[in-house]
């Protein structure tokens, strides 16, 4: 059973960096992709970054492009986030799928770990 435990949330000043890991406890013979997405207060969870398990493939929201680094280390997943703006400002949570087709709707979820950025 996939376990994933995100850490590496806080409090940053605009423009600040932060980044975040992701422990995979226990990989998932489906699992191919890992990913980030991030809730916002009042909003929707979105999709912020995802690779695949060799990391040679990565996507990227336009949002966040240029700004955000998606890396995978064995069994952790990072997720560097710099120039951070206040609009970064969610709860950023670990999520494994079974392919990128499906990243969307991922078979596993983190319990997430809280980013604020202030302005």
């Known amino acids: 059973q996939v376990q994933l435990v995100e850490s590496g949330g806080g409090l940053v000043q605009a423009g600040g960096s932060l980044r975040l890991s992701c422990a995979d406890s226990?990989?998932?013979?489906?699992?191919?992709?890992m990913g980030w997405f991030r809730q916002a207060p009042g909003k929707e969870r979105e999709f912020v970054a995802a690779?695949?398990?060799?990391?040679?493939i990565t996507r990227y929201a336009d949002s966040v492009k240029d700004r955000f680094t998606i890396s995978k280390a064995r069994n952790m997943l990072y997720l560097q986030m710099n120039s951070l703006k206040s609009e970064d400002t969610g709860i950023y949570y670990c999520?494994?799928?079974?392919?990128?087709?499906?990243?969307?709707?991922?078979?596993?979820w983190g319990q997430g770990t809280q980013v604020t950025v202030s302005s």
């Open positions: 999520a494994a799928s079974s392919s990128m087709a499906t990243i969307s709707t991922p078979s596993a």
């Open positions: 690779t695949s398990w060799s990391g040679s």
């Open positions: 226990g990989r998932a013979f489906s699992t191919n992709v």
